[in-house]
């Protein structure tokens, strides 16, 4: 079992950046793919970003590409999100995501744990 907390979310203005940080616990967390995805009101929950088990290969949604930026350190079994240029559209609650499996995925049916989530507001 695996718990994965999440924090670092808060109310930021346009043009803003948050840093989100997700702390896991329980089985080995160095061997395990993280991702982060988002849900807005309303809205599916969405991939935003994934990396795997070395940190050396991240994926991102196009909509975050270039201003968000997923690292990890597995001495720390913390997952970060960096969020630079913040958008409105950026408004989301946010969830870590740990998967079992070797191979980075946008899927979130592929993932075995969840964090509760993180409200991220972007005012315009």
């Known amino acids: 079992q695996v718990e994965l907390v999440e924090s670092g979310g808060g109310l930021v203005q346009a043009g803003g950046s948050l840093r989100l940080s997700c702390a896991a616990s329980g089985r080995t967390f160095s061997n395990a793919v993280m991702g982060w995805f988002r849900q807005a009101p309303g809205k599916e929950r969405e991939f935003v970003a994934a990396?795997?088990?070395?940190?050396?290969?991240?994926y991102y949604a196009d909509s975050v590409k270039g201003r968000f930026t997923i690292s990890r350190d597995n001495a720390k079994n913390t997952v970060y999100l960096q969020m630079n240029s913040l958008k409105p559209e950026d408004t989301a609650v946010y969830y870590c995501?740990?998967?079992?499996?070797?191979?980075?995925?946008?899927?979130?049916?592929?993932?075995?744990?969840w964090g509760q989530g993180a409200q991220v507001t972007v005012s315009s």
């Open positions: 995501a740990a998967r079992n499996g070797y191979g980075v995925t946008v899927v979130a049916g592929s993932y075995d744990y």
């Open positions: 990396v795997n088990w070395s940190g050396r290969i991240p």
